[in-house]
């Protein structure tokens, strides 16, 4: 399935909630300040968020009044361009190999089975895999992955429960190294901002990997659960200064009718995302399409 089917289902709950209070909005009335302020309230409530949502109508209003825009097509291809523009701002990422991908971000967000569905899709496009258990704080974590491993036929490097995640972590870069890996998925343990010891853990484990294999192309990846909404974003920013952010990973984006913070993400950080959950299969996940994303959306 490509990305324009596997987006276009995983959209269908945000793009209804959408859409609909879209074209109810245009369908009817003048195009006045009247329209523009309740396009507004229509986009806050879309989870794009506040300042986002503001900033979009502003610009809305301008540059309809600009081009002289007096109908309600008009209107919507206007909001559809300004909201493709902020993709432009966040620079897309092209996966570079040898690869080290850290996975970070807070508990429950689906960090481990993202993982397991990564490794899936870089085997799917014939490269060699291995998985780091860095999550030695969680329970059965190493053992969760473990078994992600066996689904994929992946390898994997863990060590016991408790034990200090850069130890893995050196291990598992070694083992990339002596085997020629092209991608290296370091599962790290959900952690919030006020765990300071966890949070300095992932400086320790960054560390480790430029010491440790330089040459290696590194991205930090944040996994985000799409259903959390405008709390995304403040995840976002509890880990920056931690950790050098590179790109996103959405999750559960199916699940929802919240898609509408990766507007919020993209005008806000300028991060892009990278990857999107789309169902609850290993072959679901898809490389982030931002043209396929937009024109799902309207």
């Known amino acids: 399935m490509g990305f324009f089917k596997k987006i276009g289902d995983a ?3 945000t793009k209804e909630a959408f859409a609909r209070k879209i074209d109810s909005l245009l369908s009817h009335g003048e195009i006045n300040d009247d329209l523009f302020d309740e396009l507004e309230d229509a986009l806050i409530s879309s989870d794009i968020g506040v300042r986002a ?13 600009e081009n002289k825009v007096r109908t309600a097509e008009g209107v919507r291809q206007l909001l ?7 993709f432009e701002d966040a620079p897309q990422i092209e996966i570079k190999y040898p690869a080290i991908i850290t996975i970070i971000g807070v508990n ?3 960090k481990t ?15 060699t895999v291995t998985l780091v258990a860095g999550d030695t704080f969680r329970a059965a974590a190493s053992s969760q992955l473990a078994e992600w491993a066996s689904r994929t036929k992946t390898r994997i490097v863990k060590h016991a429960e408790g034990a200090d995640a850069g130890a893995v972590v050196f291990d598992g870069i070694a083992s990339a190294k002596a085997n020629k890996t092209d991608v290296l998925l370091v599962d ?19 560390k480790i990997e430029d010491r440790e294999y330089p040459e290696a192309n ?9 259903t959390t909404g405008q709390n995304a974003l403040s995840q976002i920013q509890a880990f920056d200064g931690y950790a050098k952010i ?16 990766i507007i919020a993400i993209e005008k806000e950080y300028k991060l892009p995302v990278v990857f999107v959950g789309t169902g609850e299969g290993m072959d679901d996940i898809a490389k982030f399409s931002p043209k396929d994303f937009v024109e799902g959306l309207f």
């Open 246 to 261: 590179d790109g996103i990973i959405l999750t559960k984006l199916d699940g929802t009718a919240k898609g509408g913070v």
């Open 80 to 86: 559809k361009e300004i909201i493709a523009s902020y």
């Open 188 to 206: 790290t343990a959900g952690r919030l901002h006020t765990k300071t010891n966890l949070m300095e853990e992932l400086k320790k484990i960054e």
């Open 113 to 127: 089975t993202t993982i397991g569905k990564l490794a899936n899709y870089f085997k799917q496009e014939k490269k």
């Open 108 to 110: 429950g967000v689906g």
């Open 53 to 65: 949502s503001i900033e979009i109508v502003e610009e809305l209003r301008k540059k309809s009044r």
């Open 218 to 226: 590194k991205y930090n990846f944040i996994v985000l659960d799409a």
């Open 11 to 13: 959209l269908r709950k």
